[in-house]
């Protein structure tokens, strides 16, 4: 099973509300992703959790925040999003982090609009 | 620095035609790996193939085939017969700390 996750499929959030979107997998893997897609255009990094540990962020805005309360879950918190923020955003998980073979399975996704 | 390109943007063909999609790399590893995503319209992106640097055998899986040249940076993707469901946007990726895709090619297959 190659399964992840995602909750909400759709959310549409003003610029001054908090909100969370969820990703969930039970294929044992240590490492974990978030990535923000916009329309016509390839997904970019955003984070990684490795072993449940931040590892990497992408020069993020702060107004993203992830979070990995354990190895199978993955959280990322918003808070005072702009318009230009409105984009798929995508959770992946893989078996093991950096080692450059690993394979990431991908979510179907959070369709944010920010308003 | 890694980097992929998709060199075509669109591909439209009618149903049962064969399509090839183009993939080029650059990388100075030596170990390295590519892979093959799917992203339909649901959005979700489906993981299709992972090939390794010193695997150079074409590699078949029903009507997906692959052509891995080493020697000239490709790593080319042919759907033959094409499907109406094969409709979606192919990604191509290049693996080292973290995933460098291309810009993707979308392919639309008409009825």
């Known amino acids: 099973d190659t399964e992840v996750t995602q909750t909400p499929k759709h959310l549409v959030m003003g610029m001054t509300n908090k909100k969370s979107l969820k990703c969930e997998q039970h294929m044992g893997h240590r490492a974990m992703y978030w990535y923000k897609q916009k329309a016509k255009k390839p997904p970019e990094l955003m984070f990684v959790?490795?072993?449940?540990?931040?590892?990497i962020n992408e020069s993020v805005p702060s107004r993203f925040s992830p979070e990995c309360p354990n190895s199978s879950l993955l959280n990322l918190h918003l808070h005072a999003l702009q318009p230009e923020d409105s984009a798929l955003y995508l959770c992946?998980?893989?078996?093991?982090?950096?080692?450059?073979?690993?394979?990431?399975?991908f979510g179907p996704g959070t369709r944010l609009l920010v308003l | 620095a890694q980097k992929v390109t998709q060199a075509q943007t669109e591909i439209s063909v009618v149903e049962k035609e064969d399509v090839t999609l183009d993939c080029v790399y650059e990388?100075?590893?030596?170990?390295?790996?590519l892979f093959w995503y799917k992203q339909p319209p649901s959005g979700e992106l489906v993981f299709l193939i992972r090939?390794?640097?010193?695997?150079?055998q074409n590699e078949i899986s029903g009507r997906y085939s692959w052509n891995f040249q080493k020697s000239t940076s490709s790593f080319n993707f042919t759907i033959t017969a094409s499907q109406v469901v094969d409709s979606a946007v192919y990604f191509c990726a290049l693996n080292d700390y973290k995933l460098s895709f291309g810009a993707g090619t979308t392919v639309t297959v008409r009825a």
């Open positions: 992946a998980s893989s078996q093991e982090p950096g080692t450059g073979q690993e394979t990431q399975y």
């Open positions: 990388t100075r590893d030596t170990t390295y790996y």
């Open positions: 090939r390794n640097s010193f695997d150079e």
């Open positions: 959790y490795s072993y449940e540990k931040l590892s």
